[in-house]
DNA sequence: GTCAACTATTTAAGAATTGAAGTATAATGT
DNA sequence: ACATTATACTTCAATTCTTAAATAGTTGAC
């Protein structure tokens, strides 16, 4: 089998995308001294509502066990904290900092940057059709 | 600042929809006995075309001393073997085995299964559009 | 022939990943 | 009330991915 017959699928053109942003995110990561797992995290905390572990395991998409080390880090950089939740004990709030907010934030208005560029071969109406189309997309994920 | 910013930005939604498919794609490589990094590798290598390291590495966006090991475990798997270039004898030449070639025919079937579940809520024109645009993004990259 | 550039590998260190075991806490059933 | 079960998180061990730096072998240009 060649490529050839993958290369009409829509699936298969989502994963060549994928594949090739992987590297754009991990720079844009790696320019602010993250791993692209780091910033991943960073970006489902928030600095206002408290998000406990398991929580966070659930939308990186890895095992608990695996969020322990990549809050530990964060933790050791001063972007995010851990507080223990009152209403349960077993539960370990984390919450971005200051300091996590602010490289949040830089960090989006890097990706924003990349879009402009990267998308800039669409026109508007192209990109809005884009956005309805995977919006409607990741509705039906659940 | 709060993520309502980038709700609406294209490349916020481009990157929610990557990064949920990876966890689609690792779980597809995993049900093959592959990491994540082995099912790309697989995927670039031909059972006809001999392809340096270098090649690979610059394809699989990675540190060339990182596909010595990839590769490794992808020959200790029996899906693929190296060979010297006659032409050139600094190079090692990677093809695919049988097994890795029928390997990477049963990765994209699984693949594909995903594209018919999770693209269901497209018509089919709209997939038809949405593989125009991609094509599209893709195109400028370079 | 010498020297610079290239190809691949090795090594060392950090990070991500999973599974299994362990601790503490909460919820449930009787 | 108490024992059992379930949940939340951590720790540990093993594997993989990652980069940087050092190495060995090969090539090509001068």
Redesign the pocket.
């Known amino acids: 089998m060649h490529n050839t017959r993958h290369d009409e699928s829509t699936y298969w053109l989502l994963l060549q995308l994928l594949l090739r942003s992987k590297h754009r995110i991990n720079a844009v990561s790696e320019k602010r001294g993250l791993?692209g797992?780091?910033a991943h995290a960073l970006s489902l905390l928030s600095p206002t509502t408290p998000q406990?572990?398991?929580?966070l395991?659930t939308h990186?998409g890895?095992?608990?066990?695996?969020?322990?080390?990549?809050?530990d880090?964060l933790e050791g950089g001063g972007l995010a904290e851990?507080n223990d939740n009152p209403a349960?004990?077993?539960?370990?709030s984390v919450m971005l900092t200051t300091a996590g907010s602010k490289l949040r934030e830089e960090f989006y208005d890097d990706l924003n940057e990349i879009e402009l560029a990267e998308l800039a071969g669409l026109t508007t109406d192209e990109q809005a059709e884009l956005r309805r189309l995977i919006t409607k997309v990741l509705a039906s994920y659940e």
Chains 1, 2 share one sequence.
């Open positions: 791993t797992m780091q406990a572990m398991s929580s395991s990186l890895c095992d608990a066990s695996n969020v322990t080390g990549i809050v880090r851990r349960d004990r077993r539960v370990k």
